[in-house]
């Protein structure tokens, strides 16, 4: 046999196992992935659950609302794709009376989607934010994520402009992500507000 013919052969067969390497990667993370699933989405929904209580800890039921878009193009409500019951927006309730509502919306930021939790009451104020999940740069934009950001819009009326460096204090060097952040909050507030109008203050 030529070298030619042999160093082809050669590179034929580190090809195949190399391919045999690879699927068998493939299958053995499809079984660790299927073998956790149900553990992340129950860590996902404590964690959700968690939020809510957090943004109305008064609530003692959250009922699913369904009809709510974010009225900004940029920003999106929803819930959890897997599951269709889930739109992402949840009705506090205290003794069958809405006490507000609470939406999930996710925007681009500097190193991907930040998704939160936007807590907003029937009187039309921020009852409180919380970051669910982003990746954005540590200590710059993933400082978003820490209560002396996303505090500060607890309390803030809906009307509110929610402008950075006007009525929101924006994170040092992450411009781009303290702006998609308010951007959320000011999206979720206007759709809450929205359908507080349209069902009577949120009485059910």
Not at 76 to 95: C, F, H, Q, W
Request: net charge negative; proline share 4%.
């Amino acid at each position: 046999m030529s070298d030619r013919k042999r160093n082809f052969t050669d590179m034929l067969k580190l090809g195949l196992v190399l391919a045999l390497y690879a699927a068998a990667a493939c299958v053995g993370l499809a079984f660790v992935y299927e073998g956790t699933k149900e553990e992340i989405e129950k860590n996902k929904r404590a964690n959700l659950n968690a939020a809510l209580l957090e943004l109305f800890p008064d609530a003692d039921s959250f009922e699913v609302v369904f009809g709510i878009l974010s009225p900004d193009p940029m920003v999106t409500i929803e819930g959890d794709r897997s599951d269709p019951n889930d739109t992402g927006v949840y009705m506090a309730l205290k003794s069958g009376e809405t006490v507000g509502l609470a939406l999930r919306s996710s925007r681009a930021a500097y190193s991907g989607a930040i998704n939160i939790l936007v807590g907003v009451g029937v009187d039309n104020r921020i009852s409180g934010v919380k970051i669910l999940e982003h990746s954005e740069t540590p200590g710059l934009g993933a400082n978003a994520a820490k209560p002396a950001f996303y505090g500060q819009f607890a309390g803030m009326p809906v009307s509110s402009s929610f402008v950075p460096k006007q009525d929101v204090v924006v994170i040092t060097a992450a411009t781009i992500t303290s702006q998609a952040v308010a951007s959320s909050v000011k999206a979720a507030a206007e759709a809450a507000s929205a359908w507080f109008a349209a069902n009577q203050g949120g009485s059910r």
